[in-house]
């Protein structure tokens, strides 16, 4: 039975001594990259508390960790640091955790005196101070998230909608490519209006900003969504390039939101797709209904 329970003991040691190595070396390596005081003094206490965590673990697992990967993959969220944000990455390293505590509780019985209260700080330190820590990061690009995801997904709709409406009535690409840059810079003015006086009555951020990181978000996504019209000469071909660009915008608007708010990122990527898909089916019956009764695919 001993020997049972030191196995157990030694198993789940050695993945937790993994994981939080690579924690520490992650954090290290982003506490070193960022410019921010406050920031990096945050990143250095995380670093710190998962190599006190690692020690411990390690007493028990006795393991030599693999630092040339773990480094490769410290390199990576740095990477993604500098695209996504350190908010980002944090949250992202820290999803996953309830598995992570829920392993460390199961070693709990086979520990005791110290070895046990020192696992139960541990615990705490993963349920309460790291999120606090990770709270503490205050970068713009959080406070300003709902700006973006708000540009974002009404681009993705309304771009596919006006696109699908246009199979319809011309079989012109450049035509249904200028349909569709119209209408997207004249819905961005339109929702950045919108943001910035949404944003006049929220404290602590900058109706501005807001109103720039909403119209940008849907420039650019009306431009992505866009371009295949201008490079493929087949307008279903085209249509179907941009319905896939839409799909990729959604993919990566919809993980980073998921992340960001820690909710559930496969129910709120296939929710948004599902919109896109019904939008343009709708839109195209709609577009061959009038292109039928006026005519217009003769004229265009």
């Known amino acids: 039975m001993e020997t049972t329970s030191n196995s157990k003991l030694v198993e789940v040691a050695r993945e937790a001594a993994l994981d939080e190595y690579k924690e520490y070396v992650t954090y290290s390596v982003l506490a070193r990259v960022e410019r921010n ?9 995380l670093a710190e508390q998962e190599r006190e965590h690692f020690q411990f673990w390690n007493k028990f697992a006795g393991v030599k960790p693999p630092a040339w990967r773990f480094r490769l ?18 949250k992202l390293m820290e999803r996953g955790e309830e598995e992570a505590i829920a392993r460390y509780k199961s070693a709990e019985p086979l520990l005791s005196g110290p070895d046990r209260e020192a696992l139960r700080r541990i615990i705490k330190d993963e349920e309460e101070h790291e999120r606090a820590l990770i709270a503490q990061l205050d970068e713009a690009i959080v406070k300003y998230m709902g700006a973006l995801v708000l540009g974002l997904a009404d681009a993705i709709i309304e771009i ?22 119209i209408v997207g810079v004249g819905a961005a003015i339109s929702m950045a209006s919108a943001s910035y006086l949404q944003t006049k009555h929220e404290v602590g ?38 319905i896939a660009v839409g799909v ?21 990527f296939l929710q948004t797709v599902g919109l896109l898909l019904g939008t343009a089916f709708l839109t195209y019956l709609l577009g061959e209904w009038l292109g039928s009764l ?3 695919r003769n004229i265009l």
């Open 37 to 45: 005081k406050a920031r990096r003094a945050v990143l250095e206490r």
């Open 73 to 90: 993959y410290a390199y990576f969220m740095a990477f993604l640091r500098l695209i996504l944000g350190v908010t980002f990455v944090a």
């Open 160 to 181: 596919t909608g006006a696109h699908a409406g246009t199979l319809g009535t011309t079989n012109n690409t450049v035509a249904a490519g200028v349909i569709g840059l």
């Open 205 to 242: 951020k900058s109706p501005s900003v807001a109103a720039l990181v909403t119209g940008v978000g849907y420039i650019a996504a009306v431009a992505l969504m866009s371009l295949p019209y201008f490079l493929i000469h087949d307008v279903y071909l085209a249509f179907a390039a941009s």
């Open 248 to 268: 990729m915008l959604t993919f990566l608007l919809t993980f980073q939101s998921a992340v960001y708010a820690d909710r559930d990122f496969k129910f709120e």
């Open 294 to 296: 006026f005519g217009i």
